[in-house]
């Protein structure tokens, strides 16, 4: 299981980041009563972010070198 | 939509179908052609997380909380990008240690303590029992819809009813059947099913796709899409709440817990440890998984929120379940096939998890429960029947059944009382208490098996004080009383708010108390006495599974055994062929004919534990292998010296490594340098040898002539005279031969003297053609120049240039024929100064371009050799090479030969 060295120390901090966005207090800062494209705020960024976390992820896994 | 027959008919081909799946994945693997040796197969058997729970659970748990339902998928989603570091832990010293379970992982981590693989074992049946009821009750639910609609709710359960008529009963029947021809056809020493994990994998895609064809449905068949639902809710209250807002149904707190709980839940349910560790296949599939099931997770969850609003929307006030929202909606719509293909989704998802967690839960009763207490009571290592593998089967089969019965009682006396994510969320909490003996055992070297089994008692106590009862109270099977007051009255011991403690929804409640229980009661154990001997060599080989390339457990065992006892030892639990033919193989690879004539050394005492490992646990193995081997036991400043001996050996092995490389390096240079030093030894002979021929040629001609000259004094004087001009002649081509040589050789060796002044290239090129004009015009040669009005000057040595110059003039003037044409141009290029010398002469053929500027290689072939050294050439190229430039030459055939050098502006001498 070869890689970057750098591939640990980044799933960690992608890690420390999902942690942070999932919860309070930043979860409260999109927990209110606006719209965006129609749809509830929250409902946007939980998936936007859940979304954009799954990518870096992927992103930091799968390439081949830096 | 025709009930019964059709609905049966359809589950069963449904179940017929994985069981083909899965009986052609074993077929595959027998022939060494894994199906799931696959990054995208691991990553989908993974999926087997999604349950019914998540199926129509997840929109039960939104009606009532929103986007509650997601901190279930955050958990794992963040415990993945974890699992980097964790996951494959866990997975090397699994492989490591042979381990089949997570009972056996936590007896194995401290020092193989069969109480602890029990304990373990206990928590995992009775944590997970509530989980198994909420298959049930989400499968006999939905099949109810479909056999009793248009009255579409979950069917209230009749407790009067007795179970030989509850059609649930037979739904665990029947899974348990279905399980048994799974999961335990043949007993495997490593314990894996690639059946199993294929089928898996394709539940996963089918579940996938049978919750996003209803969501779809409900989006955009329902509705106008996200936006038009999401609107739809703005105009009633209760759902623009629901639907934009944590505080509809929990705070921040519930949420962080729930996310906590789902992530540990990923790691120690046992259902996940067998796909994602006892089965996996190979480490790197780790790598898709990290990011797809993540994936995964989003994609079916994308439509949650859709559905659960639609659903409130549509059955507003009618008292439907909102558990139910996914089949009710399709079947309240009459789309008879998208109700037909989501309960086969929901199916899939039941028989998904039904089956990886009864089997991951029979190994370990079979492992770490029965076996311990059978080997105690009845000695069943040492005589007996001779081969106990049907013994085995049977253990295995007979917990299937059981743990799905168990399940069925949970529902039968407390599935009432809780939605589906409610049930679900018990077992969370109780495999839960896993967490701080299995990270603290990857990670601290200082946890005991005292501590393990203090932490995880006491966590599991708590947890079933603080949630498992109640469930029974909620139930009415204890006391309401029991919530309400506390036992005996004791307001402080209410099992839901212990000591007091409110404000936290109950399962973050149970979860705070039982974990700070737990881990407070491993740390504090484990720091009473320092670990054990054994304690202390299986933390190295679980702490350090990432260093180690080989197991140490071989060095940790000293003692007499008997090979043939082993063998047959092994033989009883796995059956003697098995046996025989593991026993070969281990013999084969020590280069021993007879397997009854092996050294029954630590070697292939731990060889034969590890077999034994697979099929009963590391726990119960090393119990029998006891049985048969008489072990002296080691001290812990024993293990520590030879544990500190390994490391020192592989220091020094890595130290040996590295050295063995550098020599490696130093002799491939030796060798190119003796390769170079042979060749510079043959171009000196070759030298030699050319030198001492072309000296011997004109010696010889001198010496004839001479000896004419003194032996026959008749010769008339024209001819002597013209004998002694060649002899004059001859001498003066030694000379000159002589004197190159020796120019050559001091340019060479780097001995030459250099006289570096600037000069003006111009001049010097016309000073050189006006010295050798006389021999053009002897050979009637016409000799024209172009030069530049200017050119700027060089650093060089002028009178070595001017050498240089001659050589190439007469090396024209000798080569082109009478009435020839010679130009000599001198030009400035972005390299630097060019100089080119053209004849019209014969030119040079191809082959010859490069011999030409070797010495004594001169052109024009051997018949027709003309006047010279054969040296000219070589030592102008070393001169202008000298000052940085380079000399070459460009011929056609038959169109003459332009000789030409450059000698860059910068050119200095050294």
């Known amino acids: 299981m070869q890689g970057s060295i750098l591939r640990g120390p980044r799933l960690v901090a992608l890690f420390l980041a999902g942690c942070l966005l999932f919860n309070y207090p930043v979860l409260a800062l999109f927990d209110r009563p606006v719209e965006l494209f129609g749809l509830p705020l929250l409902f946007v960024y939980l998936f936007a972010a859940w979304f954009g976390l799954i990518a870096l992820m992927a992103w930091i896994i799968e390439r081949r070198r830096d | 939509m025709t009930l019964a027959p059709l609905l049966a008919v359809v589950a069963l081909l449904y179940l017929g179908l994985l069981f083909a799946v899965a009986w052609w994945a074993d077929r595959r693997a027998d022939q060494q052609r894994s199906v799931i040796a696959n990054p995208t197969v691991y990553a989908l058997s993974m999926a087997v997380y999604c349950t019914t729970w998540t199926f129509y659970g997840s929109v039960g748990r939104a009606a009532g909380s929103g986007v509650g339902f997601l901190p279930i998928y955050l958990g794992p989603t963040l415990v993945m990008a974890l699992g980097w570091f964790l996951l494959l832990k866990m997975i090397r010293s699994a492989k490591a240690n042979r381990i089949t379970s997570i009972a056996d992982f936590i007896a194995s981590r401290y020092g193989k303590s069969q109480l602890l693989g029990g304990l373990a074992t206990v928590i995992a049946v009775v944590g997970v029992v509530p989980y198994i009821s909420l298959q049930l009750k989400a499968v006999s639910g939905s099949l109810g819809i479909l056999l009793q609609q248009p009255a579409a709710l979950l069917p209230r359960h009749d407790a009067a009813q007795p179970f030989f008529a509850d059609s649930t009963f037979y739904i665990a029947l029947i899974l348990a059947a279905f399980t048994v021809l799974f999961g335990t056809r043949h007993l495997d020493a490593t314990e894996r099913h690639e059946g199993m994990v294929a089928a898996v994998a394709l539940e996963s895609v089918v579940k996938l796709v049978a919750f996003s064809a209803a969501g779809l449905f409900v989006t955009y068949g329902l509705y106008d899409g996200f936006g038009d639902i999401f609107q739809r809710a703005q105009a009633v209250e209760r759902l623009r ?316 065992w000293r003692g007499r055994a008997d090979s043939g006892e082993l063998q047959t030892l092994v033989g009883r639990f796995l059956g003697p062929e098995r046996a025989r033919a593991a026993f070969a193989g281990y013999a084969r690879r020590h280069g021993v004919a007879d397997p009854a004539t092996l050294e029954a050394d630590a070697d292939l005492v731990h060889f034969a534990e590890s077999q034994l490992a697979g099929a009963i646990g590391s726990a119960s ?246 006047a010279g050294t054969g040296l000219g050439l070589p030592i102008s190229r070393h001169i202008i090479e000298h000052f940085g430039g380079r000399l070459w030459v460009e011929s056609v055939p038959g169109a003459g030969a332009t000789f030409s050098f450059v000698l860059p502006r910068a050119a200095v001498g050294q």
């Open chain 2, 621 to 866: 193995a090393r119990a029998v292998v006891a049985s048969v081997a008489q072990e002296e036991p080691l001290s812990p400043a024993e293990v520590m010296e030879i544990l500190d001996e390994a490391s020192q050996l592989r220091r020094y092995s890595r130290e040996l490594e590295r050295k063995s490389q550098q020599l490696e390096a130093a002799t491939h240079q030796l060798t190119a340098a003796n390769a170079r030093l042979q060749e510079l030894d043959r171009l000196k002979d070759d030298f030699m040898s050319s030198v001492t021929h072309e000296l011997r040629t004109p010696l010889t001609s001198i010496r004839a002539l001479s000896e004419i000259l003194r032996d026959d004094p008749d010769i008339p004087p024209p001819e002597r005279q013209r004998f002694h001009t060649i002899i004059v002649g001859e001498t003066e081509r030694l000379t000159r031969l002589v004197n190159q040589t020796l120019d050559l050789a001091k340019i060479e060796s780097g001995n030459a003297e250099w006289h570096t002044t600037e000069i003006d290239l111009k001049q010097l090129v016309a000073q050189s053609a006006e010295a050798t004009g006389q021999l053009f015009r002897d050979k009637e040669v016409a000799l024209s120049l172009e030069l530049p009005e200017r050119v700027p000057p060089l650093l060089a040595d002028r009178d070595r240039l001017i050498q240089v110059m001659l050589n190439l003039l007469s090396n024209a003037a000798k080569f082109v024929g009478r009435g020839g044409k010679v130009t000599v141009r001198l030009a400035e290029t972005p390299e630097g100064l060019r100089v080119d010398v053209a004849d019209n002469g014969k030119g040079i053929a191809p082959e010859e371009q490069q011999l030409i500027f070797e010495r004594f290689r001169q052109g024009g072939g051997m018949t027709d050799k003309p």
């Open chain 2, 241 to 556: 709440v629901l639907a934009g807002s944590l505080a509809a149904g929990q705070g921040y707190a519930t949420w962080f817990s729930l996310t906590l709980l789902a992530a540990l839940a990923m790691l120690f349910l046992p259902r996940q440890f067998q796909v994602a560790v006892v089965e996996n296949v190979n480490e790197s599939h780790l790598k898709r998984a990290i990011w797809l099931f993540p994936l995964y997770l989003l994609l079916i969850n994308v439509f949650v929120l859709p559905i659960t609003l639609g659903g409130l929307l549509r059955f507003s006030g009618q008292g439907v379940d909102a558990d139910t929202f996914v089949l009710t909606l399709p079947v309240a719509a009459h789309q008879d096939a998208l109700a037909l293909l989501v309960f086969i989704g929901g199916l899939s998802a039941a028989t998904g998890m039904v089956i990886v967690e009864t089997i991951a839960l029979s190994t370990m009763v079979c492992n770490d429960l029965v076996m311990p207490l059978l080997l105690r009571w009845t000695g069943l290592a040492q005589g007996g029947a001779r081969d106990l593998s049907g013994l085995l089967l049977a253990i295995r089969r007979g917990a299937i059944l059981a743990i799905l019965l168990l399940g069925y009682l949970y529902f039968r006396l407390a599935g009432e009382a809780y939605a589906l994510v409610g049930i679900g969320l018990i077992s969370f909490a109780a495999v839960a208490q896993f967490a701080p003996a299995m990270i603290g055992g990857l990670y601290w070297r200082g946890g005991t098996r005292d501590g393990a089994l203090a932490g995880l008692s006491a966590g599991f106590l708590v947890w079933g004080y603080t949630l498992l009862l109640p469930s029974f109270a909620k139930s009415g099977w204890l006391p309401a009383s029991f919530l309400t007051d506390g036992p005996f009255a004791l307001g402080l011991l209410r099992p839901q708010q212990l000591f007091g403690l409110t404000g936290l929804d109950e399962i973050s409640h149970s979860l705070f108390w039982s974990l700070c229980a737990n881990l407070g009661a491993y740390v504090v154990v484990s720091l009473r006495r320092p670990p054990t001997a054994v304690e202390a060599g299986q933390a190295r080989l679980f702490v350090d599974a990432l260093k180690l390339s080989r197991p140490v457990g071989v060095a940790l």
